[in-house]
């Protein structure tokens, strides 16, 4: 079946750090990708919808220059967390989609900035 | 092995019936989310639960720890309700997502 491949899958970094995660779609083509974020104790908020070769869409309270998103290919989606702080410390996931298709979930990327 | 289990995968329903998706886990887990998806979006959270039952509008759920299973219901179910729903269980470190449920309404 369809996978999504995310990575790293921990990191653990200083304050003012910045980190990039990758979203990979390994046999189908992704038009659409998400990000969300989880909180300790919460549920998933999606961040922001990045549509193949365009901006990405942001949800509202989510900062762009903040949380930088490329996906410049089918099969590739970024985030960046730029000069990361502990108040980004949180699991983030992505999820891609070709068309109308389910979503598929990569595993998650925990991230802890000390 | 499938971590958690959904179903039914297809559901359709007419206008003003009673639904109920069913969710079934085998690891431990901290908290279990109901999430929707409509087409082309992402995903909301509906529920997050740990135990007992939780009721928004005309959505319910319940789960029940011991036997690691829990169900959505919508009652007085309408065309807006069509998307697809999924469960996700949380251990602590990260999620298991069920495979997820169409659910088409009727007019």
């Known amino acids: 079946g369809a996978v999504v491949s995310q990575h790293p899958s921990r990191v653990i970094c200083k304050s003012g750090t910045s980190v990039k995660i990758e979203c990979r779609s390994l046999d189908f083509q992704a038009t659409t990708m998400f990000w969300y974020r989880q909180f300790p104790k919460q549920s998933l908020m999606l961040m922001a919808t990045s549509n193949e070769g365009s901006k990405a869409t942001y949800e509202q309270g989510v900062e762009k220059d903040k949380f930088l998103i490329n996906h410049a290919s089918l099969t590739l989606s970024t985030l960046t967390v730029t000069s990361a702080h502990p108040e980004d410390s949180s699991f983030y996931i992505c999820s891609a989609s070709s068309g109308d298709q389910p979503q598929h979930f990569g595993d998650g990327t925990r991230l802890s900035i000390l | 092995k499938n971590e958690v289990e959904q179903s039914p995968q297809n559901l359709t329903a007419q206008e003003g019936e009673f639904i109920t998706i069913n969710c079934s886990y085998s690891?431990?887990?901290?908290?279990l989310h109901w999430l929707q998806q409509h087409p082309g979006g992402g995903i909301v959270s509906l529920f997050m639960l740990s135990s007992g039952k939780k009721k928004h509008g005309r959505l319910i759920a319940t789960i029940n720890i011991q036997e690691k299973h829990s169900s959505l219901h919508i009652t007085a179910s309408h065309p807006r309700d069509s998307a697809v729903y999924i469960c996700?269980?949380?251990?602590?470190?990260?999620?298991?997502f069920g495979t997820g449920t169409s659910l088409t309404v009727i007019p």
């Open positions: 690891v431990g887990i901290s908290a």
């Open positions: 996700a269980v949380d251990p602590g470190n990260q999620f298991y």
